[in-house]
């Protein structure tokens, strides 16, 4: 997991996604606090939020 700090609003729709799930590679962000994690391997499992411990997660797109 790579921690990438905040980031502005996504467009669109995202899918949510909760700790402990493995959602593939991709870029996270948190529902709480808006901290990002990136995910760069398809086993890897999601973290608690590393800024707010909170546990759910929507997938955004990579610009």
Do not use: W
């Not at 729709?13 to 593939?24: L, R």
């Not at 800024?51 to 610009?63: A, L, M, P, Q």
């Amino acid at each position: 997991m790579i921690a990438l700090s905040r980031v502005s609003e996504s467009k669109g729709a995202a899918m949510q996604y909760n700790t402990g799930d493995k959602p593939g590679e991709g870029t996270y962000r948190c529902e709480h606090c808006g901290y990002v994690v990136r995910i760069t391997s398809d086993m890897e499992s999601l973290p608690a939020c590393p800024n707010c411990g909170h546990h759910e997660f929507e997938k955004i797109e990579n610009d």
